[in-house]
């Protein structure tokens, strides 16, 4: 039994070796995505509306929501649309890799809008379902909010919209997640 529980720990500490850390800057992602072998899986994880009124990065390869908005559900004591996780959400990104012929154990870098709210806890699920090297964008893609006036409130600090990387206000209709085509 005790050579069973130290073969195990050697081999999931050998795992974790190989897993790359967590976060990554949105600089490093870009640089990343940008060479030529690259076998890496960029992906948006905010819901479509969201980036729709905040804008966009073509060069993410999909837009999979971690939490989806439903707008058919209110939730009075918020003030809010009642939002879950998508329960399609590792499937998705398994089917995502498969799309770009990468395995299990290929890069994955998800991308939020503040690299807390989902962006993280939306590469931890991933790691816990067998993806050891999902990633996720430091400061997201609005970056964090000023906290002195007159700009006070204001995502205007890091993140790759404020890092000069490629964004647009207009959405890729074949990159982003549809329920009209599914």
Same mark, same amino acid.
């Not at 960029?42 to 993410?60: H, L, N, Y």
């Not at 964090?144 to 990387?165: C, F, H, I, V, Y």
């Given at each position: 039994?005790?050579?069973? @529980?130290?073969?195990?720990? @050697?081999?999931?500490?050998?795992?974790?070796?190989?897993?790359?850390?967590?976060?990554?800057?949105?600089?490093?992602?870009?640089?990343? @995505?940008?060479?030529?072998?690259s076998k890496v899986l960029f992906i948006d994880v905010r819901d479509p509306v969201e980036i729709m009124f905040v804008g966009f990065t073509?060069?993410?390869?999909?837009?999979i929501p971690f939490m989806l908005v439903d707008r058919t559900r209110w939730n009075a004591e918020k003030g809010v649309f009642v939002v879950?996780?998508?329960?399609?959400?590792?499937?998705?990104?398994?089917?995502?890799?498969?799309?770009?012929?990468?395995?299990?154990?290929?890069?994955?870098?998800?991308?939020?809008?503040?690299?807390?709210?989902?962006?993280?806890?939306?590469?931890?699920?991933?790691?816990?379902?067998?993806?050891?090297?999902?990633?996720?964008?430091?400061?997201?893609?609005?970056?964090?909010?000023?906290?002195?006036?007159?700009?006070?409130?204001?995502?205007?600090?890091?993140?790759?919209?404020?890092?000069?990387?490629?964004?647009?206000?207009?959405?890729?209709?074949?990159?982003?997640?549809?329920?009209?085509?599914?």
């Amino acid at each position: 039994m005790k050579k069973l @529980l130290l073969a195990t720990a @050697l081999a999931c500490s050998g795992w974790l070796a190989h897993a790359v850390e967590m976060p990554i800057s949105a600089q490093e992602a870009l640089s990343k @995505l940008q060479q030529a072998d690259s076998k890496v899986l960029f992906i948006d994880v905010r819901d479509p509306v969201e980036i729709m009124f905040v804008g966009f990065t073509d060069a993410v390869h999909a837009n999979i929501p971690f939490m989806l908005v439903d707008r058919t559900r209110w939730n009075a004591e918020k003030g809010v649309f009642v939002v879950e996780r998508n329960p399609g959400f590792v499937e998705q990104v398994r089917a995502a890799l498969r799309a770009r012929g990468l395995g299990d154990d290929a890069e994955i870098i998800t991308l939020c809008r503040s690299g807390s709210d989902r962006g993280e806890p939306s590469a931890k699920l991933l790691r816990e379902n067998g993806f050891p090297n999902a990633r996720f964008v430091v400061n997201g893609f609005q970056g964090d909010a000023r906290k002195e006036e007159p700009q006070k409130g204001m995502r205007t600090l890091n993140g790759w919209q404020n890092s000069g990387l490629p964004w647009s206000a207009k959405l890729n209709p074949a990159k982003i997640y549809r329920v009209d085509q599914k």
